[in-house]
Structure formats: structure tokens, C-alpha cells
């Protein structure tokens, strides 16, 4: 039985329920910086949340927030290639061959609402200038592998000791966080601005098939996968939660580099970002070294725009039944106070005491009256 209440907990909970000091200051180019120092050992948890999510998409662009927390890891013109001159000249012919790809997509689409074709996605339903393009493309990728240099990002952070590098992508935010020894701050620092300031998006349309794949695997290849996500849309009306996180399938295969590039520049600037270190660091130390180099990255043009579109009041409780091969299950939702707003937090506490095995779902519904298997909530 899963009995989900929809609230997100913010990141800096734990630190605020222990009172623990939280020095917040701004870089001259609007970056917010949060620091928390603890001595206890000498590592620092280094982390930074771009204020971008699924919610900030568009119909036809969804899924482009999670595309990007994987394009981060691409690397910068000094890290994931031997030859950066040589693999930008191929990142610009990939694209003048995409751009004569997506003529052919228009074709194909006229072609789906006429009813001549029966589904985009099967391989028969190419056009054979569509086919020409696929395997010129394939050369160039071919060509670029000749220069690229895989998980570089990677590899140096885990030399240099770091450990846990990972990202998530929410409705409301994209965070980048990892574990490095106190004496590689610097590191981090130069690493995680060089990302910001010269992103490469190399392989593109490569990891761009590989979260189309991660979305086959968990939605459309499980058994609940795509019931929860139909009970997701019809649960929030007019908002953007609407859509689900990895993208609608006819979005993901259309987002282009062009669009991408776009959203970065739009999402990812510095007034729209805040760093977050806790560890073993001195404030003064921490602050020159977060000037030294993510002040060099210059302020955005433009505010990020702000999702506008409300909720609507529900005015009717809605069912959904469904049948699949799996346990039976129950989810019930409720409608709360939106991110950030300040019952997010006691409704989270409230998650806490219902949820795990320890949880009063757990004790009454499992181990009480033993009419389910498992219980959740959050």
C-alpha cells in the first residue's frame, strides 16, 4: 500500500532541524553561496542546485531538465577530449546533418496525421533520405570517438580521492553533488565552474537516446510504470507537474542541441544557481575560492522566467483503476502547500512518521492487521 503526500523536502532540512550556523552570502555575479563548517573529518560534501526542473518546461520540450543533468557530466574544452578543435568541428556538421534530419521528421509527422504511417518510432516508417542522413551521422560519431576521451569528469574526481559524485532532477531543481577530501576544494571549485563556463555538450544525440532508453526501462517496460505516470498527469490538472520528469517519448527524440543550448544559457546562470559546501573548510578560505572562480563566469542577461501557471482548485475526488501483472496496490495523493512553502516542512515530518519500518503505516498496515506487504509515504 502506498499512501504518497506530494511534498518535496528541501535539502538543507536536516542542518536547520539541528540549528546548525548556515552562512549564506551572494558572488558579484548573483551566485548564492551556502556554507556549513564541520571539523569532525576532514572531507567536504560539495554541491550545487541549478533552480531548473521539469516544472520550467514547455509541451514539446519535457524531459530537456533531466537531458541536462546527463549533458553536465559531457565535460569542458579541456576535459573529455584530446583534440577540442577537431571535436568542435564535428559538433557543427552533426548539427548541419540534425537540422536536415528534423526536415524529415516534419515529413514524417504530416505523414503520421494523415494516417500513412502508423508509428514514428519503427524503423520501416524512415524515409530513405531520412536512412542516408542516419548513416552519415553515424560516421561523424565515429570520427568524434576518435578524440573523445570517456568519463574524464569522472576519473580525475575519483584520483584525487572524491567519492558518491552523482545528480538528481526534481520538478523544481537539478543538483550536482559529491564527496572530496578537505585539501581538494580547489579542485572542486576549478571542476564544477569550468562546467558552467565552458560546457561542452559533446555526444548529444547519443545521451539523449540514452535517456530515452532509461525512460523505456522504468516507465514503459515495468509493469506499473506507465499506469503511474497517467495517474501522475491526471492528478495535476493545469500545472507543469503534469508531465513526467524524464519527458513525454515524442519529446525526447525531437529536443535539439539548439533548444538545449538555450535552456543552459536561460536556466543555468549564476543568479540562478546556489552553491553549498559542508565540511571541513575555514569560511574565509571557502568564500576566496568561490570568488576566485565562479565570479568568472559573467552574470546571465536575463532572469530565468518564473513558472506562472497555478494549480487549479480541485473541485471532485478522480479514481483510477488499472490491471497489470503485479501485486495489487493502492496509492492515495493529496493535493498540499506548494515547494518551499513553510508547512512543506511539518508535512515532510509527518511523511517521516508514517513512512519506513519503524512508521505507523508499517506497524498498523503490515505488521498489525497484515492487509499489505509494504507501505510509503512521502
Known sequence: MVVPLLVCCGWLLPLQAQRVPVVETNLANGMRLLLVQRHDEPTVAAGWVAHVGSANERPGMTGIAHLFEHMMFKGTQTIGTTNFPMDEQIILSQEKVREAMREQERTMRSGYRRGEVDDLLKPE????????LEQEFSR???DQRKVLVKNEFDRIYTGQGGSGMNAFTSQDMTAYFINVPANKLELWMWMESERLLRPVFREFYAERDVVFEERRMRTES???GKFAEQFN???????SYHWP???WPSDIPAISKEQADEFFSTYYAP???TLILVGDFTQPEAMALARKYFER????PKEAPDVGTLEVPQVAEQRMYAEAETNPQVDIQWHTVAFGHRDSYPLSILAELMSTRTGRLHKHLVLGTRVATETYAG
Open 271 to 273: 543568479q540562478n544557481i
Open 125 to 132: 516508417n524512415k524515409t530513405p533520405r531520412y536512412r542516408e
Open 297 to 300: 563566469i559573467p552574470r546571465g
Open 233 to 239: 498527469a491526471m492528478f495535476w490538472q493545469s500545472c
Open 222 to 224: 515495468t509493469p506499473l
Open 245 to 247: 520528469i524524464v519527458g
Open 140 to 142: 561523424l560519431v565515429a
